[in-house]
């Protein structure tokens, strides 16, 4: 039967490799590119749920919107110069796309802005690419600002689409890059995404007849524009819009829609794990989710009875998190703990790891079948585009013309290398590469010793702790290595003597008492709230500056000996899906501890019904703490 999403074609492979052949065979650039993207125009671009509704946009819609905001923007642009730079500063969606393709096709460079970075940033990117305007809902950067696009008529005359777009590094390596792609480059990538698309079955399995991407990483990272909007949106496949970040909401739109696709940063997967293992410890099954995680992962390579028990086995913890409909998961831009490996491949799903930069596009994803492969961590074999070497140093070198045209970095322009540099240490085995970190990360100790901070990092799975970073003090004069620990906003003293008791004693099993000297309670989370990763440099400027939250006990409140003091305290972590020891009696349950308001009133209305009180309606603005709670209730009682 002939799929119509597909070009009428039965089989994906056939269709993939007509569309990847007409593109090669028409005029370079990416009037051909916007073209044959849109050419299946009754397919469904986008996805929305708004209330009960889902709405639909369609390529052919999505197509005409580009065009009519074509017109627009060359008319309100009449008096700049072609191929001048036009920042987009929007978050993902529809309007997003279109914006892209309208300032592509009126002849401008888009500079596609990354959103997370501050404003001072953003600023100094727009002066290195000299931009004339920004186009953002309502933002102002110092250039011309256009809040919008209203689609008008098109003339109807030629049309010049610009050459090039440009991409901004993420800002964890500090200052500001921007990256240049052309057509070309594009057109190497969506060839290299061809060769996943045959060698790994996984990759183009439907539900329902439909291929459907999860839009949680911005299209304006490299991530999120190669690996999801280029390679999906080149083929016509369905993009689904989240509304927010809330946990719920993002399994909820997985469920509703159907999602087959989901391609996201560790940060993510990690934060999933640690809720679906709260609802597991909540319900007593803890001891026997492991053992039969343990023996999935044994027999995982057994064919038949390994995919079979591990889909038998785990479907209630498939049908609390993401269902039934998820076909392929990849994880990208750091290093993602084994754990989170095993635990999604071992129930039943396929997380796959993958590697790319700014500077390079995606270079390589694991597309073993082999679940004891893919929780190794690999990011699998080189692209066809491609090509990966390892130099004196242990870095990883990459070479390919898929990569970044030219870099702009520090006013100066920089033409693509024959050998890229990634500063990634990294090794192959069999074929398959493995990244061990950063070379600017490494952490040299008073001895002499090279001490790599993700692969420690990596040990420190301590319930209860917001990780840990591994960075230089060097304060004294010298590099001394010092272990940062995050344990939270409103941790309890009690709770904070056990953690860094925890670590201390981690690290002197790990034997690394002789080169660790200093482990400093960190108290908040170490990813910072517009960070997908850990940002190092940032973490050790802070600390070497004294502006670090460092936890401090004699600051610490302890709650009253009262037993109603007690029961509320209780409560309140109850709340919270903590223990009562591990909160403090005076953390705000909104700031410090990142309780929802779904959560709080929950609480609230336990409250009542234990207490017989009313609680005024704007309580989260003065009841935010156990103590404020506590006196409440004792004064009313």
């Known amino acids: 039967m ?48 708004e209330g009960y509704r889902i709405v639909r946009t369609t390529y052919g819609e999505a197509r005409e919107a580009a065009i009519g905001k074509s017109a627009a923007l060359s008319r309100m642009l009449a008096d700049v110069p072609r191929g001048a730079v036009v920042g987009i500063y929007l978050e993902n969606g529809p309007e997003w796309i279109e914006t892209l393709w309208a300032v592509l096709r009126s002849g401008f460079r888009p500079l596609l802005m990354n959103m997370r970075l501050d404003d001072e940033t953003l600023r100094e990117a727009l002066r290195e690419a000299d931009a004339a305007a920004v186009i953002s809902e309502s933002r102002e950067f110092g250039v011309r600002a256009i809040h919008g696009l209203p689609p008008e008529e098109a003339d109807g005359g030629e049309t ?76 016509a496949r369905t993009f689904v819009h989240l509304n927010d970040l809330a946990p719920q909401t993002i399994v909820n739109t997985i469920r509703r829609h ?45 064919p038949l009875l390994g995919p079979l028990f591990a889909k038998l086995a785990f479907r ?29 491949n071992g129930i039943g799903y396929r997380l796959a790891n993958g590697y790319g930069m700014t500077e390079t596009g995606i270079t390589s994803v694991e597309l073993s079948d082999s679940v004891r492969v893919r929780c190794t961590g690999s990011v699998g074999r080189p692209m066809s585009s491609i090509t990966y070497s390892r130099g004196p140093d242990g870095g990883l070198r990459v070479s390919g013309t898929s990569t970044a045209k030219y870099i702009i970095e520090g006013g100066a322009r920089r033409e693509r290398e024959a050998v890229f540099d990634t500063r990634d240490l990294a090794e192959e085995k069999g074929g398959r590469w493995y990244i061990l970190g950063r070379r600017d990360d490494l952490v040299v100790s ?26 230089a003090d060097r304060r004294g004069g010298e590099s001394v290595p010092v272990l940062l620990a995050g344990i939270g906003r409103g941790c309890s003293p009690a709770k904070a003597e056990k953690l860094g008791s ?49 936890f401090d006990p004699s600051e610490q409140v302890e709650a009253p000996d009262d037993p109603l003091c007690a029961e509320i305290l209780g409560m309140f972590a109850a709340a919270l899906g903590r223990e009562p020891g591990s909160v403090s009696y005076t953390a705000d ?16 209305a336990a409250l009542r019904e234990r207490f017989g009180i009313d609680f005024p309606t704007e309580a989260g603005s003065s009841l935010g703490s156990a103590e404020a709670l506590y006196e409440y209730v004792k004064a009313k009682i």
Request: hydrophobic share 45%; proline share 3%.
């Open 2 to 49: 002939k799929n119509p999403t597909i070009a009428g074609f039965s089989r994906i492979n056939d269709y993939v490799k007509d569309k990847l052949r007409r593109f090669e065979s028409m005029e370079p650039g990416f009037a051909s590119l916007f073209e044959l993207m849109f050419s299946e125009r009754d397919n469904v671009l986008y996805e929305v749920s």
């Open 160 to 235: 010049e689409f610009a050459e090039e777009l440009l991409v901004m590094s993420s800002g964890t390596s500090g200052g500001v890059k921007l990256c240049a792609y052309g057509a070309e480059e594009f057109r190497l990538q969506i060839r290299d995404s061809l060769d996943i698309i045959l060698k790994c079955k996984a990759m183009k399995k439907l539900c329902n007849g439909q291929i459907k991407h999860l839009d949680f990483l911005p299209f304006y990272h490299i991530f999120g524009l190669t690996a999801v909007y280029v390679w999906f949106g080149f083929f």
């Open 258 to 302: 159907e999602v087959t696709h989901v391609f996201s940063v560790p940060l993510f997967w990690e934060k999933v794990r640690e809720q679906a293992l709260r609802v597991i410890d909540e319900r007593g099954k803890r001891a026997k989710f492991d053992r039969a995680l343990a023996l999935s992962l044994k027999i995982s390579g057994v």
């Open 316 to 344: 209630e913890v498939r049908d609390n998190l993401f269902g039934e409909s998820i076909s392929f998961m990849i994880t990208g831009g750091s290093a993602i703990p084994a754990r989170v490996l095993e635990f999604f």
């Open 446 to 471: 008073p001895g002499g010793e090279n001490l790599n901070p993700e692969i420690i990092e990596q040990r420190f799975d301590i319930d209860g702790l917001d990780g840990v970073c591994l960075v």
């Open 502 to 550: 925890a670590v201390r004693g981690r690290i002197g099993e790990l034997g690394l008492a002789p080169e660790i000297k200093s482990v400093v309670l960190v108290a908040d989370r170490l990813i910072g709230p517009d960070e997908f990763k850990l940002n190092r440099r940032r973490l050790a400027a802070a600390l070497e500056s004294g502006s670090l939250p460092v």
């Open 589 to 604: 349950f909104f700031l410090d501890l990142g309780g929802s308001s779904l959560d709080y009133f929950a609480m609230i």
